[in-house]
């Protein structure tokens, strides 16, 4: 077979497309800021064996994500949550009572750290954005519906 339709290196990984990276601002809680350290440690940690082991598509991957977690790490905005909530904002968990009946609560967290099966959503996400800014006792029109807020409070430091 001729050279010609050979690649070169048959071994080494594709081109991996860069992470995405949010062009909001990266505000974080204090737990977000720990589990981005948490991630790029772990990552950091994967490199090392895949270099060990000589993984060169594990290598990429892990340096396609460290690249994006150091970048969120240096434009990270630690946010301390209100002293006191009075309304809907970042580092506040609020409860929502929706039009059948069921309570939600969610916790306001930025963007790498929401995970609304858990109760976290982003800020910029639309249901927080249908709730920021509201208080206890108004009605906000979410993509839901129509939703009570019955609870307000800080999130906690430790999360």
């Known amino acids: 077979m001729s050279r010609a339709f050979v690649k070169e290196q048959d071994d080494a990984p594709e081109d991996l497309p860069e992470r995405p990276v949010s062009p909001h601002p990266n505000f974080v809680t204090a737990r977000g800021l720990r589990l981005i350290d948490d991630e790029i440690e772990a990552l950091r940690r994967t490199q090392a064996q895949a270099q060990h082991v ?35 904002a970042f580092a506040t968990r609020v409860t929502i009572l929706r039009g059948d009946g069921r309570k939600v609560a969610y916790a306001i967290t930025g963007e790498d750290e929401a995970d609304p099966a858990k109760g976290t959503i982003a800020y910029v996400s639309p249901m927080a954005r249908a709730l920021l800014g509201k208080s206890v006792g108004d009605f906000a029109e979410t993509p839901g519906g129509e939703v009570e807020i019955v609870g307000l409070e800080s999130v906690s430091p430790e999360g």
Not at 70 to 77: G, L, N, V
């Open 54 to 88: 000589g993984d060169k598509a594990l290598l990429a991957r892990t340096a396609r994500d460290l690249r994006y977690w150091m970048q969120r790490r240096t434009s990270a905005q630690p946010v301390d949550p209100p002293h006191k909530a009075e309304t809907v």
